[in-house]
C-alpha cells in the first residue's frame, strides 16, 4: 500500500508540474471562491447574531431572567428574591423593572412606547442603559418628573424616520405622559439614549420609584422582571437551576431560551439562502473537479495503460488523481481563506451598516473553519476517485490502442 501512495504522489506531482499552468490557475480561483461562499454568509450570519445576543444579554434578559408566573402581572415579593439571588456565589448582580405601556406627546406629535422602571444605581451593574444616553444625563435613585427617550422616539437618531417620532425633543423638553390607567404625568427630559437598536431607541426609562408610583404599587415590593448577570459565561443554566430550588415559583429563563426564538426568526430567511448557496457551490466545486481529472485520464489513457502493463497497478493511477484534486482544493482553501481575511479586514473598517451606525462584520468560527475544509476535502476525495477508477476498469490493451 505505501508503494502505491508513493507512486501515485510521485505520478500527481509529475501531473501537476507538466499541466497548462493557467488551467490550473483558474481551477485554483474558482475552488477558493466556493471555499470563500462557504464560510463567508455563515460567518455574516454569525456576526449578525453575536451583535443580536449581544443586544439581548445587555438590555432586554441580561443572563438570566426571572418573569411572572404566569396568571400574574407582577413578581410578588421581588424585594426577598432580590436579596437570595443576590447571594448566590456565581451571581454578579441583579436588578428589579418594571414595565408598562403608555403614549408619550409633545407639541403636535403622539407616539406609544414602553415605559421601562428602572432602579438607576442597579441598572450599572446589569445592563448598558446608563452608558448609552448620548445627550443629557442618566436618571437617579429617586428621580421623579423626569423621563429618558429614545433618539428615534425623540426624531433625533437614525432610524427614527422609519417610525413615527415626537419630533426633534430636547434636553429640557416637556413630554405629556398618558398611561394604560389613564393616569397623567409631565415629564422633562433629561436624557436621550441611543443604542442603536429598536429595543432602546423605541422606549423610554423613568426611576421605578416613578413608575410604582403611577401604577399605586408603592411598598407592595412588587416587579415586572429581574434581571440577573452571572460571573462567568457558561454558568447560566446552573444560575437558574440554583434560583429553581430556592422554591421561587416565578418563571426562570436563561438568555439562550430568551433569545432562541427570535435569532431564529432573524436568521431563518439568510439560513436557507446560506443552504442552498453550499448546495451549488459544491456541486459545481464538485463537477469542476471531476471533469478535469475526467478529461485528464481521458487524455492520459495510453500512458495509464503502459503504466499498468509495467507493473504499476491501478490502485497508484487512483491515488495520483486524488492527490492531484487534493493539490488543487487545498490551493484553494488557502487562496480561499486570504481572500476572507482581506475581505474581513475591508468589512471591519467598512462594516455593513444599520440605522446609521449599527455595525456587522463576519465572525469565523473555528467550528465552521474545520466543517467546510472537511466538505472541500471529502469532494476532493469523490471528485478525484471516480474518473481515475471508471478509467483503470478498462483492459491494458483497450487503454493502449485508445486515441488520445
Do not use: C
Not at 445627550?135 to 435613585?141: S, V, Y
Not at 416637556?174 to 441611543?194: D, F, H, P, R, S
Not at 430568551?258 to 443552504?275: C, G, N, P, R
Not at 499498468?308 to 488557502?334: E, N, R, T
Amino acid at each position: 500500500m505505501f508503494k502505491d501512495v508513493k507512486v501515485g504522489f510521485l505520478t500527481a506531482k509529475s501531473s501537476v508540474k507538466r499541466g497548462n499552468k493557467k488551467t490550473t490557475i483558474f481551477i485554483i480561483f474558482v475552488l477558493s471562491l466556493i471555499f470563500l461562499n462557504l464560510i463567508f454568509l455563515p460567518s455574516l450570519i454569525n456576526g449578525m447574531m453575536k451583535l443580536f445576543v449581544g443586544f439581548v444579554q445587555d438590555y432586554a434578559y441580561g443572563d438570566v431572567v426571572i418573569e411572572p408566573a404566569d396568571g400574574n402581572v407582577y413578581i410578588n415579593d421581588a424585594d426577598n428574591i432580590l436579596t437570595k439571588i443576590r447571594s448566590l456565589n456565581d451571581v454578579e448582580a441583579a436588578a428589579k423593572r418594571l414595565t408598562v405601556g403608555a403614549s408619550l406627546a409633545y407639541e403636535q406629535k403622539e407616539v406609544g412606547v414602553t415605559i421601562l422602571g428602572v432602579v438607576p444605581s442597579d441598572e450599572e451593574k446589569v445592563s448598558l442603559y446608563p452608558y448609552i444616553v448620548k445627550e443629557g444625563d442618566f436618571l437617579g435613585d429617586l428621580s421623579r418628573n423626569e423621563i429618558i427617550v429614545g433618539a428615534m422616539i425623540a426624531g433625533t437618531g437614525p432610524g427614527s424616520e422609519i417610525y413615527d417620532n415626537l419630533g426633534e425633543v430636547k434636553i429640557g423638553s416637556l413630554i405629556n405622559a398618558t398611561y394604560g390607567n389613564n393616569l397623567k404625568k409631565i415629564y422633562k427630559v433629561k436624557g436621550i439614549q441611543e443604542g442603536t437598536f429598536e429595543l432602546t431607541d423605541l422606549n423610554a426609562l423613568v426611576s421605578f420609584k416613578e413608575l410604582e408610583s403611577v401604577l399605586g404599587i408603592e411598598g407592595e415590593h412588587k416587579a415586572s422582571s429581574i434581571v440577573i448577570r452571572v460571573q462567568k459565561a457558561g454558568e447560566e443554566a446552573d444560575v437558574k437551576s440554583q434560583i429553581l430550588g430556592m422554591g421561587i415559583k416565578d418563571k426562570v429563563f436563561t438568555w439562550q431560551e430568551k433569545a432562541e426564538v427570535l435569532i431564529k426568526q432573524a436568521t431563518q430567511s439568510m439560513s436557507t439562502l446560506d443552504i442552498v448557496s453550499k448546495i451549488v457551490s459544491l456541486i459545481i466545486g464538485a463537477s469542476l473537479i471531476f471533469i478535469v481529472n475526467y478529461i485528464n485520464t481521458l487524455n492520459r489513457k495510453k500512458e495509464i495503460g503502459i503504466l499498468k502493463a509495467v507493473g504499476v497497478s491501478p490502485a497508484s493511477v487512483i491515488i495520483s488523481y486524488i492527490f492531484i484534486s487534493l493539490f488543487y482544493v487545498m490551493m484553494g482553501i488557502i487562496l480561499g481563506l486570504v481572500l476572507f481575511l482581506f475581505l474581513t479586514l475591508y468589512l471591519q473598517t467598512n462594516p455593513i451598516t444599520f440605522y446609521g451606525s449599527l455595525k456587522i462584520y463576519p465572525v469565523l468560527e473555528l467550528s465552521l473553519l474545520m466543517q467546510s475544509i472537511l466538505i472541500m476535502i471529502t469532494m476532493s476525495l469523490i471528485a478525484g476517485f471516480l474518473p481515475s477508477w471508471l478509467v483503470t476498469k478498462e483492459s491494458i490493451l483497450d487503454a493502449i490502442w485508445s486515441r488520445e
